[in-house]
């Protein structure tokens, strides 16, 4: 049964397939596509995010401008292949493994900004600013010096990147988490910015970082920045992972975006995010593939859903009075955030189904979204334009052959090295 009101705006059918709005990607560390899948091995049995991130250290520890370059082309080519179209880049691998600032101190910003305008991906590129190791202000180890900036050093960094923006390119602002920025510093840089920068946090990701929070601050971590900072619809904050029901419907009324992604969170075995009460509370919300296990709008909406399937015992979850496809749901939820989490605005760029795919046999306008996001495994993206240019085509990127060549001779010289 048709319902044009349920799709309006979301679905269109075109002589090439069915047209859907592109989808903003709120969190990526693109660099960690190249250690996707290489820490699935048990290091020690009590394995968790905090033994998987020696892991990540390491691989960061070897990146280059030229290697960032290569992955995130692949990357970002991955990424609009899957329907993708804006990346919001949270970028901490700043300076050389040492901690010495490059020569040129934005240059693994700039091959990020590269990667992204030779794929034709929309970026909010979101400098990460990482300065203490811990709640209690304790110095960067030796692996993370790379990721470090004094306030000046980085609001000096932002600057020039600014001058780098265009049509295509935003630059927002990230605290990489509350453990690594102090609150000093978070006001400073908040009150230098432009107000209309979106900003980023990692927040309650993990329990030892709410009990850390606890300890040192006597607050939890989104109970703490509720109190102290003014977030609105500029902020972002990704995971949100561990909430007490307050800070749930706290950071609903707060008109925030919460970059929930349940590949990684899967992933890292983070938790679960309470989707069921943040929806209730009328929360907003987008999706991120974070550290890239898995390079897909479909299957981490699926798996926002699954994960709530799992643990109600219900089926139907994420969906409202006024929309009862879970899909449409779903994709309208990460639609109503992108324009803020971005900073872009409504971008208009265009997404085609493959309608002669088996799974959307006998497709109607308002079952397409539903059947894209769970039915099957075979990639259904046919075509995407972004801003007007056409990037994928036959379901591959323009340029995906030379692209997934040197990306190949990296990850070859990577793993050796
Ligand atoms: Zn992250």
């Keep these: 049964m048709s319902n044009p009101d349920s799709t309006a705006g979301l679905v269109h059918a075109t002589e090439g397939g069915w047209r859907v709005p592109g989808i903003a990607n709120l969190h990526s560390h693109a660099f960690q596509r190249a250690m996707a899948g290489l820490a699935e091995r048990q290091t020690h049995p009590e394995d968790s995010f905090w033994t998987w991130r020696e892991i990540m250290y390491r691989f960061a520890a070897r990146m280059d401008p030229d290697s960032t370059y290569a992955v995130a082309t692949q990357l970002y080519a991955e990424m609009l292949e899957a329907g993708y179209t804006t990346v919001c880049e ?4 700043h300076h050389q493994p040492d901690g010495r600032p490059y020569a040129d101190p934005a240059a693994m910003s700039k091959a990020l900004i590269a990667a992204a305008r030779d794929t034709g991906i929309r970026m909010t590129l979101l400098p990460v600013l990482y300065m203490t190791g811990g709640f209690d202000g304790r110095e960067l180890s030796a692996r993370q010096r790379r990721f470090g900036h004094g306030v000046e050093d980085f609001l000096r960094l ?16 990230a605290f990489h988490s509350l453990r690594a920025v102090p609150e000093a510093a978070m006001r ?12 980023h946090i990692h927040i309650a990701e993990q329990v030892g970082e709410v009990q850390d929070s606890l300890a040192v601050r006597n607050a939890r971590p989104v109970e703490w920045l509720l109190r102290e900072f003014p977030v609105d619809r500029r902020w972002t904050l990704v995971h949100a992972t561990h909430l007490t029901q307050e800070e749930t419907r706290g950071i609903a009324s707060s008109g925030a975006t919460v970059a929930i992604c349940p590949t990684t969170e899967a992933n890292l075995g983070d938790g679960l995010f309470p989707l069921r009460d943040y929806l209730q509370a009328g929360g907003r919300w987008g999706i991120g593939s974070d550290s890239h296990v898995s390079v ?21 979850i994420a969906v409202t009075a006024h929309s009862p496809s879970v899909g449409e749901t779903l994709l309208r939820g990460v639609l109503d955030s992108a ?15 493959d309608a002669a795919a088996p799974a959307l046999a006998g497709a109607m306008a308002d079952d397409v979204v ?12 046919k075509q995407v334009r972004v801003a007007g240019r056409t990037v994928v085509s036959e379901g ?11 990306y190949g001779e990296t990850l070859r010289r990577l793993l050796r090295d």
């Design 296 to 316: 897909s709008p479909v299957e981490e909406l699926r798996w926002l859903e699954y994960g709530q399937r799992l643990v109600t015992r219900h089926r139907n």
């Design 158 to 173: 932002h600057e020039d990147l600014r001058a780098l923006q265009d049509a295509s390119l935003r630059i927002g602002c």
């Design 90 to 93: 949270f970028h901490y691998v």
């Design 396 to 406: 591959r990127h323009v340029e995906g052959e030379a692209i997934a060549r040197r």
């Design 370 to 381: 539903d059947r894209w996001l769970f039915a099957g495994n075979r990639p259904l993206v």
């Design 339 to 353: 324009a803020d989490a971005t900073g872009f605005g409504q971008a208009t760029d265009e997404v085609l189904l």
């Design 188 to 199: 400073e840089v908040l009150a230098a910015l432009p107000t209309d920068a979106p900003v």
